[in-house]
């Protein structure tokens, strides 16, 4: 089955330890997102990349980057997290003119 | 500012019977709206969706009413069952924004009692 698949599903990283979470996608869709979602809150958008275009929202912080080494890849790496940064992160993809997402089933990030 | 607002958090229906949730927006330039569900550990899976052009989307069990005028849409589910259990988001499309932005509102739980 198509599909978009996150790991790893839980991250434990202490204070200011960098920590990379992974997408990857059989789906071969262009446009990959990512999105946080903290408790009870609606998912925010993080950046996304159409291709091999990158596109970050005006208020992500710094402290986020992401890459996309190929179609089926990308990745979100947190240079610094901190406590304010654990939360649930999912990775979506789309095809060029689609507005529905396909969903990924998240990585929930623990700072301790 | 929230642009896409679920004013419910939580919703209980009778296995059988229907199950209304809501979601109010802000920006009059959205024009397209999804509803995705949401099981726990789980991404949110596309439900339904919406074009403004519009004021009605039926899906089997599922119906989705948007009023314009009053910048609100309803999700109808008819008749509802125990799988229907999951967290309900209302997402919109800016068309200023292009078809990668969607504003998601905080969801509904939406609890279906057998």
């Known amino acids: 089955d198509a599909m978009v698949i996150q790991n790893p599903r839980y991250q434990v990283t202490q204070f200011g330890k960098p920590v990379t979470l992974s997408c990857s996608q059989t789906?071969?869709?262009?446009?990959m997102y990512w999105y946080q979602q903290k408790s009870s809150q609606a998912p925010k958008l993080l950046f996304h990349?159409?291709?091999?275009?990158?596109?970050n929202e005006a208020d992500t912080p710094d402290n986020f980057q992401s890459r996309r080494p190929n179609t089926s890849f990308c990745f979100l790496d947190i240079r610094s997290p901190g406590l304010g940064d654990a939360a649930m992160y999912l990775c979506?993809?789309?095809?060029?003119?689609?507005?529905?997402?396909?969903f990924g089933p998240g990585t929930r990030l623990t700072v301790l | 500012d929230q642009q896409v607002k679920q004013n419910s958090p939580s919703l209980s229906v009778q296995e059988g019977r229907i199950s209304i949730l809501n979601c109010d927006y802000t920006?009059?330039?959205?024009?397209?709206f999804l509803w995705y569900k949401k099981y726990p550990a789980e991404g949110p899976t596309f439900l339904i969706s919406?074009?403004?052009?519009?004021d009605k989307n039926e899906d089997g069990r599922f119906t989705v009413f948007l009023n314009k005028s009053a910048k609100h849409l309803s999700l109808h589910i008819v008749p509802s069952q125990p799988g229907d259990s999951a967290v309900y988001f209302c997402?919109?499309?800016?068309?200023?924004?292009?078809?990668?932005?969607?504003?998601f509102g905080k969801g509904t739980k939406l609890s279906v009692i057998p």
């Open positions: 979506a993809t789309s095809s060029s003119g689609l507005a529905s997402k396909f």
């Open positions: 789906l071969n869709h262009n446009v």
């Open positions: 990349y159409y291709d091999k275009d990158f596109n």
């Open positions: 920006n009059s330039m959205f024009d397209y």
């Open positions: 919406i074009s403004s052009i519009k």
């Open positions: 997402a919109a499309r800016d068309s200023g924004a292009g078809s990668y932005q969607l504003t």
